[in-house]
């Protein structure tokens, strides 16, 4: 069975500060897609970043950067020059390729870091 | 393109009654995705729908039920409300596979008295 850990419940930081979001994962299968979403205050999973597991290339995105490393089962996230608006719960979330169905689609999620920027 | 609506995005019910929540896809999105999320348990998956049928199932009870419409739409209905069954209600939609990233709507916030 496939499972995502998060294992930071909370973490505050201050403005400008840089932060990392710890994100590892378990799976028995050999392809899968990994996930990260943002779900501020008002309730949207927003959809940051997807990476599949045949591709550890890290990938930067403004001040978002994330490092893939399928010899430790880890997708960590890090924001650069932390800001107010990146206050938020972020989830990581796995998803395999063979479902019950074929093709069929089911997110497994961590249970979410939450972040607060402090000004 | 407008993205992944949900309604109501708020709703109070009493225990034993019933409840429908709806969700409209992006536009050409096939796939459809329910997931609940609660303090307790997270984010967990529900079921998924493509082409009107099922194609997938979580681990909940059969007073949880879905379909879907020929135009993607989808309805998820809860039977007999529990008090657990207070909870945010998100739906997602993606093209067609596994490999399609999922959209998330805003949610429908049910409470249950």
């Known amino acids: 069975a496939q499972k995502v850990t998060q294992a930071q419940t909370e973490i505050s930081v201050v403005e400008k500060e840089d932060v990392t979001l710890d994100c590892v994962y378990e799976?028995?299968?050999?392809?899968?897609?990994l996930f990260w979403y943002k779900q501020p205050p008002s309730g949207e999973l927003v959809f940051l970043i997807r990476r599949n597991s045949f591709d550890e290339q890290n990938e930067i995105s403004g001040r978002y950067s994330w490092n893939f490393q399928k010899s430790t089962s880890s997708f960590n996230f890090t924001i650069t020059a932390s800001q107010v608006v990146d206050s938020a719960v972020y989830f990581c979330?796995?998803?395999?390729?063979?479902?019950?169905?074929?093709?069929?689609?089911?997110?497994?999620f961590g249970k979410g870091t939450k972040l607060s920027v402090i000004p | 393109k407008a993205g992944v609506t949900q309604t109501p995005r708020y709703l109070i019910k009493t225990r034993g009654q019933q409840v429908t929540l709806s969700c409209s896809p992006i536009?050409?999105?096939?796939?459809v995705s329910w997931y609940q999320q609660t303090p307790g348990q997270g984010l967990q998956f529900l079921f998924e729908?493509?082409?009107?049928?099922?194609?997938n199932k979580g681990n909940f009870p059969g007073r949880f039920s879905g379909r879907q419409f020929s135009n993607s739409r989808s309805e998820m209905n809860v039977s007999t409300l529990e008090l657990g069954d207070s909870a945010l209600y998100l739906c997602?939609?993606?093209?067609?596979?596994?490999?399609?990233?999922?959209?998330f709507g805003p949610g429908t916030r049910l409470t249950v008295l």
């Open positions: 729908y493509f082409s009107e049928t099922q194609r």
């Open positions: 979330a796995l998803s395999e390729a063979r479902g019950s169905g074929a093709g069929s689609y089911q997110l497994t």
């Open positions: 799976t028995r299968d050999t392809t899968y897609y």
């Open positions: 536009s050409g999105h096939r796939s």
């Open positions: 997602a939609s993606s093209l067609v596979t596994s490999e399609d990233t999922q959209y």
